[in-house]
Nanobody, 127 residues
Framework: QVQLVESGGGLVQAGGSLRLSCAAS????????MGWFRQAPGKEREFVAA????????YYADSVKGRFTISRDNAENRVYLQMNSLKPEDTANYYC????????????????????WGQGTQVTVSS
């Protein structure tokens, strides 16, 4: 059973930074692409960023491009999301996810492309 555990969320002022971390169980971490999504109250879960198995390719939502950076450490079974220049509209519960059978380089932005999900970590950005 795959387990994903997020950490690093918290309360930060607008313009500040946070670094989220996601620890994955299992010995085949490097065989899967990973993604970050977020969900605000009353809204659908939305794509934030994704990274390929090797880390050589990254993908971002337009709303975070230039401010967020996704990275991974395959030796440590971890994926990270560095968030800079945070805005109040970034407030949400952030989830990491592992690719499923529908994942592709053209379908990385949809929740259906991912099979396993963490429990989420809350990020709150005050104005």
């Amino acid at each position: 059973q795959v387990q994903l555990v997020e950490s690093g969320g918290g309360l930060v002022q607008a313009g500040g930074s946070l670094r989220l971390s996601c620890a994955a169980s299992g010995r085949t971490f490097s065989s899967y692409a990973m993604g970050w999504f977020r969900q605000a109250p009353g809204k659908e879960r939305e794509f934030v960023a994704a990274i390929s198995r090797s880390g050589s390719s990254t993908y971002y939502a337009d709303s975070v491009k230039g401010r967020f950076t996704i990275s991974r450490d395959n030796a440590e079974n971890r994926v990270y999301l560095q968030m800079n220049s945070l805005k109040p509209e970034d407030t949400a519960n952030y989830y990491c996810a592992r690719e499923g059978v529908w994942f592709s380089t053209t379908y990385y932005y949809h929740t259906r492309a991912y099979e396993y999900w963490g429990q989420g970590t809350q990020v709150t950005v005050s104005s």
